[in-house]
């Protein structure tokens, strides 16, 4: 089983992915696809609701091929946050508790294979989630068998927490890739227990700025110790991959790169 999954998509990325998502998946041949996709457009002025996702966008994403597509804390932002969740295929927190819209988890059923999805947070990102422990292990036993391989995109800064849930998922899961700080690591590995990791896949989307967004006004919020009613705008430079290629066998993770 092969699996892509592309990291925090930024407003551009996306045009960026139309143009070069069929050539990757071309040369690699996945046979699942997933995609972080909770900065996908911008929907707000203030520091909290700056991003999120629609309808459009995420048929623009079904039609390139990806199978599933998870979030964070923009989930729900921007005027079709609650209405995006009605499609099964995205993802939200898993631990933001049972009365937040949206699902936590999924299975993907094909080519014969069933890839189970999980999308948990950390506290740094979502201040009210629970334990992403206590989260996962009942998604796991709720699964049983059911899943030939599960991948873990955990929403976080916190290496330490995402560790630790690639330690404690070893025999159960084959990856844990993280998001939300939109920075590529150097730590992509498999590790003992056959679990693929990386602290952040990184972002896909424009360089030049501040995770992806025009700098000035991250500046001026600084300066002033608040954010302005400005608009955002996405950074103007040349679009990054933030991608990994993950190799599950047998549950287990045999490789991760990074593309």
């Keep these: 089983m092969k699996i892509l999954f592309i990291g925090d998509i930024v407003g551009p990325g996306l045009d960026w992915l139309e143009t070069h998502l069929p050539g990757i998946a071309a040369e690699h041949q996945p046979d699942f ?19 999120g996702m629609s309808r459009a966008g995420l048929a623009r994403l079904w039609t390139l091929g ?48 069933t890839l189970g999805v999980v999308n948990l947070a ?31 995109d955990f929403h976080g800064a916190s290496t330490e927490d995402k560790l630790t849930t690639a330690f404690a998922g070893a025999g159960r899961i084959c990856a844990v890739v993280g998001t939300h700080t939109h920075v590529r690591t150097a730590d992509a ?33 600084m300066r002033a110790r608040h954010y302005s009613d400005a608009a955002w705008q996405f950074a ?10 993950i190799t599950c066998e047998s549950g ?8």
């Design 122 to 152: 950390g506290r740094d990102a979502l201040r009210l989630v629970d334990d992403p422990l206590a989260a996962l292990d009942a998604q796991l036993e709720a699964w049983g068998t059911a899943a030939d391989g599960v991948l873990v």
């Design 252 to 259: 287990r993770a045999t490789a991760i790169q990074r593309l």
């Design 236 to 245: 103007s430079g040349p679009v990054e991959l933030g991608a990994v290629l």
């Design 66 to 113: 990806v199978d599933a597509v998870t979030g964070g804390n923009h989930s729900w932002d921007g005027p079709e946050g609650m209405a995006v969740h009605e499609d099964n295929r995205v993802l939200r927190p898993l631990n933001y508790g049972t009365e937040a819209p949206g699902r936590g988890a999924g299975l993907i059923e094909k080519r014969g294979m």
């Design 33 to 51: 696809i997933v995609a972080n996709a909770e900065n996908m457009e911008l929907s707000g002025t203030s520091s909290f609701v700056i991003a």
């Design 189 to 221: 590995q498999v590790l003992p227990g056959g679990v693929a990791y990386v602290s952040d896949v990184g972002m896909t989307g424009p360089s030049g700025g501040i995770l992806g967004y025009d700098p000035q006004k991250f500046v001026a919020a």
